[in-house]
């Protein structure tokens, strides 16, 4: 072995004995730094975290012939660096914080250098310095690899960000369709009752009509009559819902007598049109629901079938 080589093993045999010193001083250095306030909260492992493969990596770059030479210091560092940015970004550490932490990695190292230097007075100044500018590569590509895994993943994150809102946006587009169809449903329900209202007057109108024929139409047209009630009241309940004050009135309700008043009050259309309709069911069926807004489904499906 060389007498440069025995120097640089040496370094590193230095380094390896005071790693945990290091590391310690590394600690207190971050917690000196008004500028780093993430790491106060974790515990020591986490806080260490990849630290400890730089250093190693650095030792065994020092044992080769040429530590430093070439790509080899950055490539043993990549990893670890690259690491170090990724457990940095979970632990919700911003960009300056990364860079400022491994900048007092590398004072507490050089620190052990000039210590080293200072002990061993014999060592010849190009040595110590091929060991300095092994560090300063390991250093910067450390540097470099973390803040690139940063940027990677904040990148990653703003990509979200852009996908959450597209979605967002096609919610609010599902929506706007979505209130313009129950404006169709309500027109729609309108027509409904007003085409039964219509048909009962003109039954209302014949001479020869018998008189519990007159009291059914005149019963008929006075439940539709209510109806167009409820239906108007339903259209300023979805004004409210346009408006983002619509509110569902839940209470529990007979839904026999909604759907028997429904097939009666369009019964006669169904006539008119040659077709009979007849409700069948039992005498009384509990629910909790919106009265209106289930009368309103109903009276589609019927009125759709009719036609």
């Known amino acids: 072995m060389t007498a440069t080589a025995t120097v640089l093993v040496n370094i590193a045999d230095h380094i390896r004995a005071r790693r945990e010193a290091v590391l310690l001083a590394w600690r207190a250095a971050i917690k000196r730094d008004p500028g780093v306030t993430s790491g106060e909260s974790l515990p020591r ?36 660096a690259a690491a170090h940015g990724l457990q940095r970004w ?10 400022r932490e491994l900048g007092k990695l590398n004072e507490c190292v050089v620190c052990e250098l000039d210590a080293f230097a ?10 110590l310095a091929q060991a300095r500018r092994c560090w300063a590569s390991i250093c910067s590509t450390a540097v470099e690899e973390s803040v690139a895994q940063y ?14 809102l ?24 309108l027509r409904g009752n007003l085409g039964v209202v219509a048909n009962v007057t ?33 259209i300023t309940s979805l004004a409210r819902l346009q408006a983002g004050e619509e509110q569902r009135n839940l209470e529990p309700l007979d839904i026999t007598p909604i759907m028997l008043q429904l097939c009666e009050g369009i019964r006669p259309l169904a ?27 109903a009276q589609n499906l019927i009125l759709n079938a009719v036609k």
């Open 45 to 80: 492992n986490q806080l260490y975290d990849h630290i400890p493969t730089m250093l190693v990596t650095f030792e065994r770059e020092l044992r080769k012939r040429n530590p430093g030479g070439g790509d080899s210091a950055e490539a043993a560092a990549q990893e670890p």
């Open 90 to 99: 979970q632990q919700g550490y911003d960009l300056r914080e990364v860079t």
């Open 118 to 127: 200072a002990a061993h007075p014999q060592a010849e100044l190009d040595i």
């Open 151 to 164: 940027f990677l993943l904040q990148q990653q994150e703003a990509a979200g960000h852009v996908a959450g």
């Open 166 to 189: 597209e979605a967002a946006l096609g919610e609010i587009r599902a929506l706007e369709q979505q209130r313009a169809g129950l404006w169709r449903q309500a027109a729609h329900d």
């Open 202 to 234: 003109v039954g209302l109108t014949h001479t020869d009509l018998k008189e519990s024929s007159r009291d059914e139409f005149v019963r008929i047209l006075m439940r539709n009559v209510t109806s167009l009630h409820h239906l108007l009241d339903d």
């Open 271 to 297: 006539q008119k049109r040659q077709l009979f309709l007849r409700s069948d069911g039992p005498a009384g069926f509990g629910v909790e629901g919106d009265a209106i807004k289930i009368r309103r489904i």
